[in-house]
């Protein structure tokens, strides 16, 4: 659980990211942005969620999707409960709004995983899935995704393919060259906008 307040250094590395999302010409039509890794434990968890807060404190409206299926956490880093979320909502085709939870985080909505299945692959290609990420842009001033780790399966590839832009953590120690080399490839070769890179855990 790790969310930088304002005065840690940290969230300096936040404000600049915040900086050119916010307001750089290039990105001014990105609103949806996909947070991966290649592998696991990297801090895309960490990184999704206190990019939020980031813009949020400069009062953007923002949902943060948690698209990792298969290892949720958006929900513990907010203290919510994952009672239903995307899997069920996907699964029963039902309207997203009444599952989307406010938290006690001015400016910032969540709408988490919802309960672990064998589907995760399914839900997350159909046209239901699709459809909530580009939806959700007319509500929200920028929609963020979790997601899982982009080297066993293909989910957040696909996802990608969803958002207007993909940020790509690396976390300092774990990833080596060629992990950060094959996941840029990955993502390339499904056309994902990539924005950056954050190297994270720096120590
Ligand atoms: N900048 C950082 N400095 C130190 N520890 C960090 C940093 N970022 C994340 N961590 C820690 O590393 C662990 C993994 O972080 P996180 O859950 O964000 O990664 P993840 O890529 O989402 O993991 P998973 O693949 O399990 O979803 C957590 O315990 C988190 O608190
Ligand atoms: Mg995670």
Do not use: W
């Amino acid at each position: 659980m790790m969310i930088f307040n304002e005065e840690s250094p940290i969230y300096d590395v936040y404000r600049n990211i915040r900086t050119n999302i916010a307001f750089a010409k290039d990105y001014k039509n990105v609103k949806s942005i996909l947070v991966t890794s290649f592998q696991q434990n990297e801090g895309k968890t960490t990184v999704a969620s206190n990019l939020a807060i980031a813009l949020a404190n400069i009062d953007k409206k923002v949902l943060i999707i948690d698209g990792d299926l298969r290892n949720p956490n958006i929900h513990l880093m907010f203290n919510a409960k994952n009672d239903v979320g995307i899997s069920n909502i996907c699964e029963e085709k039902m309207e997203i709004n009444s599952y989307i939870k406010k938290i006690n985080i001015k400016n910032i909505s969540i709408l988490t995983s919802g309960k672990i299945t064998n589907k995760s692959s399914e839900i997350i290609s159909s046209d239901f899935m699709k459809d909530i990420i580009q939806k959700s842009k007319e509500t929200y001033d920028y929609i963020i995704v979790d997601s899982h780790s982009l080297s066993l399966v293909s989910d957040s590839s696909v996802l990608s393919t969803y958002c207007d832009g993909t940020i790509l953590v690396a976390g300092c120690g774990e990833v080596n060259m060629q992990d950060a080399k094959q996941a840029k490839e990955k993502l390339t070769s499904m056309g994902a906008n990539i924005l950056g890179v954050i190297l994270n855990k720096y120590e």
